[in-house]
């Protein structure tokens, strides 16, 4: 089984138009660097790892791991939009 279907995604990005980047490290130059919106999806991860049920992988459906999600960043502008 492929986990990651390339072709499968592009297709759908079409369908969708979206357009798809991947942002690659550079391992070549030594020390940080700061790559460009990678952050962006760091920060929203370190962001869902707040909810304790997020920090692993604890949900057996995929369905209910979307759900949980889905509730987190909910919560989260929630949270911003009242402050």
């Known amino acids: ?6 072709k499968k ?3 759908k990005a079409a ?3 979206f357009t798809v980047e991947v942002v690659r490290r550079t391992d070549t ?3 940080f660097k700061v790559v460009p919106r990678r952050w962006l999806v760091e920060r929203t991860f370190g962001w869902m790892t707040r909810w304790r049920r997020l920090v692993r992988d604890y949900e057996a459906r ?4 979307g ?3 889905k509730l987190a ?3 989260l ?3 911003r939009g009242c402050h």
């Not at 995929?62 to 791991?65: K, M, P, Q, T």
């Open 77 to 79: 502008l929630l949270r």
């Open 1 to 6: 089984m492929k986990v990651y279907d390339r």
């Open 67 to 69: 759900g949980m999600i």
């Open 73 to 75: 960043m909910a919560s």
């Open 29 to 31: 130059e030594p020390g």
């Open 62 to 65: 995929i369905d209910v791991s």
């Open 9 to 11: 995604l592009m297709d």
């Open 15 to 17: 369908f969708l138009d």
